[in-house]
């Protein structure tokens, strides 16, 4: 029997058979449900920003008060707001910092093998094109997953989570791992529709996924 249940002002419906054709998901209380949606709306997981692997080009990541960025542009470089402002000089310092018309910014890391950030609550990761997931923590850098699997990460409402190249969606236990090691305890899969998801996304701090 489906169960009923209000998203958004949407009837969602809960089965545990995935749907025929494109359709939208919802991870609601640990449970999947179908969101109504129209093929804008699932158009909308492949946008140029800021859902697409890598797309998040020199744009600004807002994060609970930090903000980040990230600019393939210029050697794959993550930039963290520091404030209203010009840049220091000095030996150095140029290649750490940069302003613009927001003031000015410092690099915190640069990777040619970056292709996406994501910030939310205080919480910074990046993913590289090889599936390792690092985490921005005191000032430093720590790896907290590694599978060649991954092909993209989103943040809803606190939450980090992957989608493997199969279909696989993990969430990561943050208040198990604390973001300082790697570990069996510290993802957890919520979703294995393998070969039929084929995107994730985050909306309105809920994270969906895309059906096809």
Request: proline fraction near 2%; glycine fraction near 10%.
């Amino acid at each position: 029997m489906k169960k009923m249940k209000w998203f958004l002002g949407t009837i969602i419906f809960f089965s545990s058979i995935a749907a025929n054709a494109a359709s939208v998901w919802s991870w609601i209380d640990g449970n999947w449900y179908r969101v109504q949606s129209d093929p804008t709306f699932e158009a909308s997981f492949f946008s140029a920003w800021p859902h697409i692997v890598g797309d998040n080009n020199g744009r600004p990541i807002y994060g609970s008060g930090e903000i980040f960025r990230l600019d393939k542009r210029d050697g794959h470089v993550i930039w963290k707001y520091m404030g209203t402002g010009s840049a220091p000089y000095g030996p150095g310092i140029t290649d750490t910092y940069f302003s613009d018309f927001m003031g000015t910014w410092k690099a915190i890391d640069s990777n040619q093998r970056t292709v996406k950030i994501v910030s939310q609550n205080g919480k910074l990761y990046q993913l590289h094109n090889h599936g390792r997931i690092w985490a921005y923590t005191n000032g430093r850098w720590i790896r907290i997953d590694d599978n060649s699997r991954t092909v993209d990460i989103v943040i809803a409402s606190g939450v980090l989570y992957q989608l493997h190249n199969n279909g696989d969606i993990w969430k990561y236990n943050h208040n198990i791992c604390l973001d300082l090691r790697l570990g069996k305890d510290c993802w957890t899969r919520i979703d294995n529709n393998r070969g039929v998801t084929r995107a994730i996304k985050e909306d309105n701090g809920y994270l969906l996924q895309l059906h096809y």
